[in-house]
Each structure stands twice: as structure tokens, then as C-alpha cells.
């Protein structure tokens, strides 16, 4: 098959050729899906998309009138992707429904303990000659309390290694995971779990139940100081409300892997440019908040994964086989 690969970057190019090995043919696009570069894909019977592009009704006509049959998602999320108008199209779709989600607990854990022990401002401190203490104080993890929403693969990994801190671990999802009880997780309302988690990280979808889950009305039921990490999806959280919670303490630090108006930034270099986006040009004063450009699924072992998932679901779709990974509308 013709592949037309949207928003390359160099490691998509290295990893999915390497998996691919010849099979199929994949024309590399830097270009995001978009209305306007829909028409890239013409002559392909399938494209291949990541987070920030956009399948949405406009975009799937384009490619139903160009003939392509297959969209091939390398992420787990598909809220970008218009399902009801693929359907109605004819367009097939499959995703990488898990890919090393240790590797995005780990970096969830990595973000939490880079802000509570301060190494971020450490760093940079001790690179400039200042070996002082003032600023960097922390808090022993052991024994706190931690809140996870959405105990899915990553929510009960993360779960995992907050236990192996030492912590008390209190759950909230709309259906029950064994595998989080069985490691010692207690289900809780989402009120309890608001009232006494020290920390809280979201590992749930972006749906309309959960978008600014994280608002003025939840922030006010936390703890004062709390520290709230995403490495979800951006609009899981209301910026404007975190960073009035912010300025006046009750939010003790953020951590974001993800962002609400993430994309066209993210994943860009825009070093030597004017940031236009004041929430997050705010976002980056605070020093208690840290920011990575979701990021938390690059390791060599999820990168090595979602391309051999991508392209396995590509050889279903050429072969005209029923794809495990394929998501119904
Ligand atoms: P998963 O499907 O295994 O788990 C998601 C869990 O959320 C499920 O248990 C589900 O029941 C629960 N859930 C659904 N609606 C909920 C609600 N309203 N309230 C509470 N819980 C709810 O997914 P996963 O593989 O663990 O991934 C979790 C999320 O992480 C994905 O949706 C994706 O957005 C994100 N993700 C981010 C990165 C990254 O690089 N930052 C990488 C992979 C995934």
C-alpha cells in the first residue's frame, strides 16, 4: 500500500522504515493533517497520523474523495479523529492501543519528583556557581497520600511506583481495574480523592465527562499545596483556573506533559520566537510548574512498539483482514 505519513519527525522516519522493512510504501510528510494539507494525501490508499492531526469531518471527505481507505493512528488517544464520519465514509481506523505505558508512568513519576525536590532549579543553580539551599525545600513522598484518575494501563503502572514510595494510593474511575486493588489501590469518590490527595495525576481520556476535570470548582476541594501532574491530555485541565491557583498557593506545583493549546507548539522549535500563547508564556514564569513537550511516550522501547503496531495494523488493512486494534464509532 501507499502510505502518506503525516508530521513526520526524524524518529518517525527511522523507526517506521526499519519496521516497515520494504513492505509498504511510506511517503514521509512533515505537514500536519489539516483541511488544507488533506490533499496531500492523494494516490494513498492509507495515512498515518499522529496526536496533532486532525481527522475531523472535513478532512475524512477529502479523503474519502482521494480514495484513501485506512487511517493507521501511531498514538493511543483518537480524539482527534471524527469516528462517526469515518464510519460513514468507509474509512477503516486503528490505533496503537498500548505501547510501554510504564514509559509514560515513569515520566509522570520523573516530572512529580524533578518538582518536589526542586532539580529543575538545582540544575540550572549549580551550573551558576549558587550552591545555596534556600528554595529548593521538598517533601519525603513516603507515606503521602496520592490520587490517581483513570486506572487503565498507565494510571495503574504510575499507581505501581507511588506504592513502591511507600505511598497510599486512592483511585477514581468509572469502571474498576483488579490489577489497581490487587496492587493496593483504594477506589474513592472523586470528592475523597480531591480532599486528601498530597498529589494528583490524571491517566484518564479526554471525553466530554472528563475535559477541565481540573477547575476552579475541583482546585477549591483539593488540599492547599497540592501538586496535580498530566501527562493525559491538555484539556483534562482548565489552564486560566490553575494558574489563578497558582498565583494564590493553593496549587503547590503543576507538572504538564500536555497541554490545552499544545498543538502547533509542541513538538515545533520555535527557539527565537515570540511565544503567542500568554497562558503558557504564564505558565513558564512559575517555578514551581514544569513543562515538557509530551514527551512522555519517547522511549526507544514505545517508539519501537507503536511502529511495529502501526505497520501491523497497515499489513490487516492491505490484506483485508480484520485489525485487533481497529475503533468502531
Ligand atoms: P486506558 O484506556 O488503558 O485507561 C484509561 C482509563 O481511564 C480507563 O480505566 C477508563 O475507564 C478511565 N476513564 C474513562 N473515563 C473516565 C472518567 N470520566 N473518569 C475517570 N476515569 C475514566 O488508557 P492508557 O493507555 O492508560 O492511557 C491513558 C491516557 O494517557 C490516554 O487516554 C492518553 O490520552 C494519554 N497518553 C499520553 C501519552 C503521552 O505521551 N503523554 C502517551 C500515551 C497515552
Redesign the pocket.
Known amino acids: 500500500m501507499r502510505v502518506v505519513v503525516f508530521s513526520t519527525k526524524p524518529h518517525d522516519r527511522q523507526f517506521l522504515t526499519a519496521a516497515n522493512a520494504g513492505r509498504h510504501e511510506l511517503v514521509f510528510l512533515e505537514a500536519r493533517l489539516l483541511p488544507e494539507t488533506a490533499a496531500l494525501a492523494a494516490g494513498a490508499q492509507a495515512a498515518c497520523l499522529f496526536v496533532h492531526d486532525h481527522a475531523d469531518a472535513a478532512v475524512l471527505a477529502t479523503f474519502a474523495s482521494l480514495g484513501v481507505k485506512h487511517l493507521a493512528l501511531r498514538?493511543?488517544?483518537f480524539?482527534n479523529v471524527d469516528l462517526s464520519a469515518a464510519a460513514r465514509h468507509g474509512i477503516t481506523v486503528a490505533r496503537v492501543?498500548?505501547?510501554s505505558?510504564h514509559g509514560?508512568a515513569e515520566?509522570a513519576a520523573a516530572l512529580f519528583m524533578t518538582l518536589n525536590r526542586r532539580i529543575h532549579r538545582a540544575y540550572n543553580r549549580v551550573r551558576d556557581g549558587n550552591f545555596a539551599l534556600e528554595g529548593l525545600l521538598g517533601f519525603d513522598v513516603h507515606g503521602k497520600t496520592v490520587g490517581v484518575?483513570?486506572?487503565?494501563?498507565?494510571?495503574v503502572c504510575f499507581a505501581q511506583i507511588m506504592r513502591g514510595f511507600g505511598c497510599r494510593v486512592l483511585a477514581?474511575?468509572?469502571?474498576r481495574?483488579p490489577a489497581a486493588e490487587a496492587i493496593g489501590a483504594e477506589y474513592v469518590t472523586l470528592e475523597k480523592l480531591f480532599a486528601e490527595s498530597h498529589v494528583i495525576s490524571l491517566?484518564?481520556?479526554?471525553?466530554p465527562?472528563?475535559r477541565h476535570?481540573i477547575n476552579a470548582r475541583s482546585l477549591v476541594q483539593m488540599r492547599e499545596g497540592v501538586v496535580i501532574i498530566n501527562?493525559?491530555?491538555g484539556p483534562l485541565i482548565d489552564t486560566g483556573d490553575v494558574i489563578e491557583a497558582l498565583k494564590s498557593g493553593r496549587l503547590g506545583a503543576l507538572a504538564l506533559?500536555?497541554y490545552e493549546e499544545e498543538e502547533g507548539v509542541f513538538y515545533e522549535d520555535l527557539s527565537g520566537q515570540i511565544l503567542a500563547d500568554d497562558q503558557l508564556a504564564r505558565l513558564l514564569t512559575f517555578p514551581n510548574v514544569l513543562v515538557t513537550s509530551?514527551?512522555?511516550?519517547?522511549t526507544q522501547e514505545a517508539v519501537t512498539a507503536i511502529a511495529a503496531t502501526t505497520l501491523g495494523n497497515l499489513d490487516d488493512f492491505a490484506a483485508g483482514r480484520p485489525c485487533p486494534n481497529a475503533l468502531k464509532a
Open positions: 498514538c493511543a488517544g480524539n492501543p498500548a505501547y505505558p509514560v515520566h484518575i483513570g486506572t487503565g494501563k498507565i494510571g477514581f474511575d468509572v469502571a481495574n491517566h484518564c481520556p479526554l471525553t465527562q472528563t476535570l501527562t493525559s491530555r506533559d500536555v509530551h514527551q512522555a511516550f519517547f
